[in-house]
Every structure is written in structure tokens, then in C-alpha cells.
């Protein structure tokens, strides 16, 4: 299965919205090209994610998460029809940063 991916710019956008079927495990992505905007940290090698925290709301369920130099993964489970749950990703790199992105899960029975 491929994960959902959204490309963090620093800037919340409407395309960070994923659809989920209550009964299924998908996995969802960030992928952190650029950080505030400003220069393409990640992709120069100049800094790369060191650790990655996803804060999961009640009624899903983190079944696991990963990520490496450049994206975090978590796969989810669980959710109730027809509820839609914000999921927040926080990144600390090598040099120190700490940055947020959220992502949107609408659950619906497929």
C-alpha cells in the first residue's frame, strides 16, 4: 500500500484532508521539503528529521509510525463514520528545529 502523502511547505492547505473507511488500517505521510518557506533544508542535506511525534485524537488508533531523513509515516486505525479527526505531526531535526504539521482524516464507510 502506498501512504497518503501530504508536502509540507510550512503553510496549511486544503489537500492535507485524507479519506479513511472506519474498518481499515491506512498509513498517511508528511514529506518536509521545505521548512518556513525558507530554503530546502532537507533536500540540500543541510538537516534532516531526527525524531517524530504524532499526537493521534481519541476514537483513532496509532497503530504504528515511522520516518526518516526527510518524512514522517503513521499508520491509523479505527474512527467513527462520518467524523473528522486532526492529527498533528511535530518533527525535531539535527540542527535543532521543531516544526508542527497537521492533516485532516475524514472517515467514511466505504
Not at 18 to 26: A, G, I, L, M, R
Request: aromatic share 10%; no cysteine.
Amino acid at each position: 500500500m502506498t501512504a497518503r502523502a501530504y508536502i509540507s511547505n510550512g503553510i496549511r492547505r486544503g489537500e492535507g484532508t485524507f479519506f479513511k473507511d472506519p474498518n481499515s488500517v491506512e498509513d498517511y505521510q508528511i514529506i518536509w521539503p521545505q521548512l518556513n518557506g525558507v530554503g530546502n533544508y532537507f533536500q540540500d542535506g543541510i538537516d534532516s528529521i531526527q525524531a517524530s511525534a504524532w499526537n493521534v485524537p481519541a476514537g483513532l488508533t496509532e497503530v504504528k509510525s515511522s520516518f526518516n531523513s526527510q518524512s514522517a509515516t503513521v499508520w491509523i486505525s479505527g474512527g467513527t463514520n462520518g467524523v473528522n479527526y486532526e492529527l498533528t505531526n511535530t518533527v525535531t531535526t539535527s540542527m535543532g528545529r521543531a516544526f508542527k504539521q497537521s492533516i485532516t482524516i475524514r472517515v467514511k464507510t466505504q
